[in-house]
Antibody, heavy 123, light 108 residues
Framework: QLQLQESGPGLVKPSETLSLTCTVS??????????WGWVRQFPGKGLEWVGSIYYSGSTYYNPSLESRVTISADTSKNQFSLRLNSVTAADTAVYYC???????????????WGQGTLVTVSS | EVVLTQSPGTLSLSPGERATLSCRASQSVSNNYLAWYQQKPGQAPRFLISGASIRATGVPDRISGSGSGTDFTLTISRVEPEDFAVYYCQQYGNSPGTFGQGTKVEIK
């Protein structure tokens, strides 16, 4: 059974970089049938696509975040990671990693989700 | 980007009643690429439906999706106690993928 687990600091200072890693077990991220992505949920409960990555290294970013976000993958560790630069309080959210159920639509339905990790941006 | 508006905001029902949740898009969703999720407190969203009407593995058949273009519906034919939760729609036919604000199904 596919499992995903987010890890990383729960507190980040304003203007610094948020870094999270998603470790995948029960399946390989080096598959041709899926993207692997990040979705965040704000304290008011709204959801927002952050971005995703294909096993080949191809990435998709939400245009609203594109200038600040980088998603990468380490296939040897079966992990993919998120970096978000120049964070502000508006980036405070629960960050989820997930398996995207499509190999050709990078922001398609997320079919498997990690449990999520709360990242708070505060000094 | 496509804005999804879900209604009602809250649906108060008794177990056994029918639930009808609406998701309306600001423009036509390409290929009817519309998904639904269920979220319970403290949990990640659970994937229910893709392509507007295709149930995910393990989703009971009392939960169904329908619609096309700009109007989509999630129906729970007879609400069970485990169905009380928040439901979100997501479109992925137009980039960037976007989510609705959610409908809460609560016990009456």
């Amino acid at each position: 059974q596919l499992q995903l687990q987010e890890s990383g600091p729960g507190l980040v200072k304003p203007s610094e970089t948020l870094s999270l890693t998603c470790t995948v077990s029960g399946g390989s991220i080096s598959i041709t049938s899926a993207y692997w992505g990040w979705v965040r949920q704000f304290p008011g409960k709204g959801l927002e696509w952050v971005g995703s990555i294909y096993y080949s290294g191809s990435t998709y970013y939400n245009p609203s975040l594109e200038s600040r976000v980088t998603i990468s993958a380490d296939t040897s560790k079966n992990q993919f990671s998120l970096r978000l630069n120049s964070v502000t309080a508006a980036d405070t959210a629960v960050y989820y990693c997930g398996r995207v159920g499509s190999s050709f639509v990078p922001s398609a339905a997320v079919t498997s989700w990690g449990q999520g990790t709360l990242v708070t941006v505060s000094s | 980007e496509v804005v999804l508006t879900q209604s009602p905001g809250t649906l108060s029902l008794s177990p056994g009643e029918r639930a009808t949740l609406s998701c309306r898009a600001s423009q036509s969703v390409s290929n009817n690429y519309l998904a639904w999720y269920q979220q319970k407190p403290g949990q990640a969203p659970r994937f229910l439906i893709s392509g507007a009407s295709i149930r995910a593995t393990g989703v009971p058949d009392r939960i169904s999706g329908s619609g096309s273009g700009t109007d989509f519906t999630l129906t729970i034919s007879r609400v069970e106690p485990e169905d009380f939760a928040v439901y979100y729609c997501q479109q992925y036919g137009n980039s960037p993928g976007t989510f609705g604000q959610g409908t809460k199904v609560e016990i009456k």
